[in-house]
């Protein structure tokens, strides 16, 4: 039931294209130009008096959710929050009728989603509930749902379904933006094209995973390190640090590139692995001058670069793994990948349980 793979967290990282493919299908119209989400209860009406919106999830589907926030309010202007579920309820959130509740849960059972998910409804917010499990409690109970269609997810740490999440927010997000015209439908149909080369630039991606695997091998040797970003980069630099303290049991963390000089420079030593994605090219000049005072403190440098930077990055860092190019807006959808392989890597070559880390469950059932 492994399909030739050691393990399910590797079956389901390379089951990736066929998850963004999955999820895209039915979806974007014959001519490549709009999105279509007939399983939507909720009209164009409804969906032009929202004027607020608050993604809420846990974990891994939580970053998601980052990723999601930014996707929203470029494509559709319209202002996000995101909430950790477990501390939602209990900071008296604004939540009006105009608000938009979008609950993000692999397996939608998830207690504290739910119940998040609850008092939204409570407080009179519709809520879109976007789940990989058809007829599960999230799926059941919200008033639209978007089913992302990365198949069942048996490894404890989530891959395929965060980046499955990603794409069903990048969906509604041009679904959203066709409906209020805030991109034009050149812009939409442009997107939309990046979209569909994704699943083959993944596969790009995975093709080159033994270069990440030797990385992986000497961070296996450490006990703690920095994952830096900035934008987008910042919001998968959470999701790699997740990954990889979940597999491997290496503490790591990830801060915004332009926050670590406020303070945990100080944690910066002689030798320490940093791992810094520089995949935003409006804010690439800006992350280089932070590498650079890493890179000071004799921090290890792995970059996650655009191609065509690598003679470039070269100067700066000491490793570097080169993604294919798409928009800005598309990059976690690919940057993501490498950081999952590096923890999948991390954690093998420390001899640990991949899909079955210590202390953890696949669903969460307990607030
Ligand atoms: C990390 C991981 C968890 C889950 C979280 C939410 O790899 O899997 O952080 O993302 O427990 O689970 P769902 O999405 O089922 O609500």
């Not at 389901?12 to 979806?27: F, N, V």
């Not at 009006?96 to 409804?121: H, K, W």
């Amino acid at each position: 039931e492994k399909a030739g793979f050691d393990h399910f967290m590797l079956k389901e990282i390379y089951e990736q294209p066929k998850a963004y493919r999955d999820t895209m299908r039915g979806r974007i119209s014959e001519d490549g130009r709009s999105v279509v989400l007939p399983e939507l209860n909720m009209t164009p009406e409804i969906l032009r008096g929202i004027n607020r919106v608050h993604i809420v999830a846990c974990g891994t589907a939580m970053h998601a959710g980052l990723v999601g926030k930014t996707i929203i309010e470029q494509l559709a202007r319209i202002p996000v929050e995101t909430d950790v579920a477990s501390e939602y309820r209990y900071r008296s959130p604004i939540i009006t009728p105009d608000t938009l509740v979008i609950v993000v849960s692999q397996s939608g059972e998830t207690a504290d989603t739910l119940a998040a998910l609850r008092e939204a409804q409570r407080c009179g917010a519709r809520v879109l509930a976007i789940t990989n499990v058809v007829g599960s409690s999230v799926a059941r109970e919200a008033d639209d749902v978007i089913i992302t269609l990365a198949g069942p997810e048996i490894a404890v740490a989530s891959t395929k379904a965060y980046t499955s999440q990603l794409i069903a927010f990048y969906l509604f997000g041009l679904y959203w933006a066709q409906t209020l015209g805030t991109k034009t439908a050149d812009e939409v149909a442009h997107i939309l094209a990046a979209m569909q080369s994704l699943p083959e630039q993944v596969e790009k991606i995975l093709a080159q995973a033994e270069t990440v695997k030797a990385v992986a091998e000497e961070i296996s040797k450490h006990s703690n390190l920095f994952f830096i970003g900035r934008g987008l980069d910042y919001a998968v630099a959470l999701e790699g640090s997740l990954k990889l303290k979940e597999i491997s049991y290496i503490h790591s963390e990830a801060y915004a590139a332009g926050e670590l000089k406020h303070g945990t420079l100080a944690l910066i030593e002689d030798g320490i692995p940093v791992i810094a994605l520089m995949t935003q090219e409006e804010l690439y000049e800006k992350t280089l001058s932070n590498i650079k005072e890493v890179k000071a403190r004799g921090a290890h440098v792995l970059g996650i670069i655009n191609e065509g930077h690598e003679a470039e990055a070269a100067k700066s860092v000491d490793h570097q793994f080169a993604i294919p190019r798409t928009l800005t807006l598309l990059t976690p959808a690919l940057s993501v990948v490498p950081l999952q392989l590096l923890s999948y890597y991390a954690s093998l070559a420390l001899g640990h349980d991949v899909d079955k880390p210590r202390n953890l469950a696949k669903s969460v059932t307990v607030e």
